[in-house]
C-alpha cells in the first residue's frame, strides 16, 4: 500500500554520525567552532523562562526581523525552516506536482534526487562542465523546479554572479533555488537576485553559524511566494529553542566573520598542503575542499584514515567518477589529517 514511487526509492542517506567522541570528525562540513557564546546566553533564557510550555511562535517573527535587518530584506520575504532541508521539502511540495520535472546541475548534492522521488517526480541532472561552471545555454529551462547549490558541494566551487545572471533568464520566472548553504565562506552571495521572478535563496546555519545540532534554516523569496510556502510548512516547524539560537546567532555578525575568516585561512592551508600529496585539489568557497588523487584509488585512502579514526567523504557519482571531500576542521584537525595521510599514502 506504499505508494510506488516511495518503495522504488532507495531513501537518502546521510553521511555518517558516529556517536563515539575521540572521531576527527571531517565528512558532514560542521564548524569546528563553538557557535558564538551569545547563543548559549539565549538559550539559557528561554529555557529558564516560559519558553517550553507553549507553542512557539508558527511564523518566527522575531527571527525574521532580524534577519531582514541582517540581510537588508523585508521580514516577510523569510521563511523558517527546520534546517535549509526542510525548506527545501517545503518548496518541491509547493512548486513540483506528481509527474513534474525538477532539475539540478551534477554532481552536487544528492538530496535533490531524493526530494523529486518522494514528489513522485522526474528528476534530470545536468552535468557541470569539467571547470565546473553551468553549461550554456542551459539545456532544461522548462522545469517545475530548478536547484543549483552555490557554492557546490562536492566541489566547494563557486558560480559568479555573471553565471547566474545569464541563467536566471533563461528560466523564464519558473521556479529557480539558489542554494546557499555554504555562502559565507565565499566572497559574493546572490540574495539581490530574490527580486527576479521565481528566484529564492536557500540558507542554513548548520555550517557557518555552527549550529548543525539545532536544525535551522530559512529561505529568502518574494513576499508573495513566501506567502505561498507558509501554507505548505508544518505550522510549528521551529522548535522555540531553535528560533532564539537562531536569532542569536545571526545578530552576532562579528563571531560569525571571524570564524569565517579562521576556516578560510586553514582551507587554503589544507589546499596547499595536499597539492605534494599527490592530490589535484579543486579551488574551495566552502567550508571543505574536493580533491582526487592523481594516481591512488580514493577508497583505500577513505578506508586507511577511517581506521585511524579521521573520518572524511568519499563520494562517487555515476557519469562523473570518485572523490574525497574534506572538511576544513580546526588547524589541529587538519594537522593530524596531513600528518597521517603522509603515513597512509
Ligand atoms: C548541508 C546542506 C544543506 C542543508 O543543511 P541543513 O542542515 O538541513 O540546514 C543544504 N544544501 C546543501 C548543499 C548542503 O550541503
Request: aromatic share 8%; with cysteine; proline share 8%.
Amino acid at each position: 500500500m506504499i505508494r510506488p514511487n516511495i518503495a522504488r526509492m532507495a531513501g537518502y542517506v546521510p553521511g555518517e554520525q558516529p556517536r563515539d567522541g575521540d572521531i576527527v570528525k571531517l565528512n558532514t562540513n560542521e564548524s569546528p567552532y563553538s557557535p558564538t557564546p551569545m547563543v548559549l546566553d539565549a538559550l539559557r533564557a528561554a529555557i529558564t523562562g516560559d519558553r517550553l510550555r507553549k507553542y512557539p511562535d508558527p511564523s518566527g517573527i522575531a527571527f525574521r526581523r532580524t534577519a531582514a535587518r541582517v540581510l537588508g530584506v523585508q521580514p516577510d520575504m523569510i521563511l523558517i525552516g527546520n534546517g535549509s532541508d526542510d525548506i527545501l521539502t517545503i518548496i518541491t511540495r509547493a512548486f513540483v506536482p506528481e509527474g513534474g520535472l525538477m532539475v539540478a546541475p551534477t554532481p552536487s548534492y544528492i538530496l535533490y534526487r531524493s526530494l523529486a522521488e518522494i514528489q513522485g517526480a522526474l528528476f534530470q541532472s545536468v552535468a557541470f562542465t569539467t571547470d565546473w561552471q553551468l553549461p550554456r545555454p542551459w539545456p532544461l529551462p522548462a522545469a517545475d523546479l530548478t536547484l543549483v547549490p552555490n557554492p557546490n558541494s562536492p566541489s566547494g566551487t563557486h558560480l559568479d554572479r555573471n553565471a547566474l545572471d545569464q541563467l536566471v533568464p533563461t528560466l523564464d520566472g519558473r521556479p529557480l533555488v539558489i542554494d546557499e548553504a555554504y555562502v559565507d565562506f565565499a566572497d559574493e552571495n546572490a540574495l539581490p537576485l530574490v527580486e527576479c521572478p521565481g528566484v529564492m535563496v536557500t540558507r542554513t546555519l548548520s555550517k557557518s553559524y555552527a549550529l548543525a545540532g539545532m536544525r535551522f534554516g530559512y529561505a529568502v523569496a518574494d513576499a508573495a511566494i513566501v506567502h505561498e510556502l507558509l501554507k505548505v510548512k508544518d505550522s510549528y516547524n521551529c522548535d522555540a529553542l531553535s528560533l532564539v539560537a537562531a536569532e542569536a546567532a545571526l545578530a552576532d555578525q562579528n563571531y560569525l566573520a571571524e570564524t569565517v575568516r579562521r576556516i578560510r585561512v586553514t582551507r587554503s592551508r589544507l589546499m596547499t598542503a595536499l597539492e605534494p600529496l599527490g592530490f589535484d585539489v579543486t579551488p574551495s568557497a566552502a567550508n571543505f575542499v574536493w580533491c582526487r588523487h592523481r594516481t591512488l584509488p580514493h577508497r583505500p585512502i577513505y578506508d586507511a584514515l577511517k581506521q585511524r579514526r579521521i573520518l572524511i567523504r568519499y563520494m562517487d557519482y555515476p557519469g562523473y567518477g570518485d572523490g574525497l571531500r574534506i572538511t576544513v576542521g580546526s588547524d589541529a584537525e587538519i594537522d593530524l589529517l596531513l600528518t597521517t595521510l603522509r603515513e597512509v599514502l
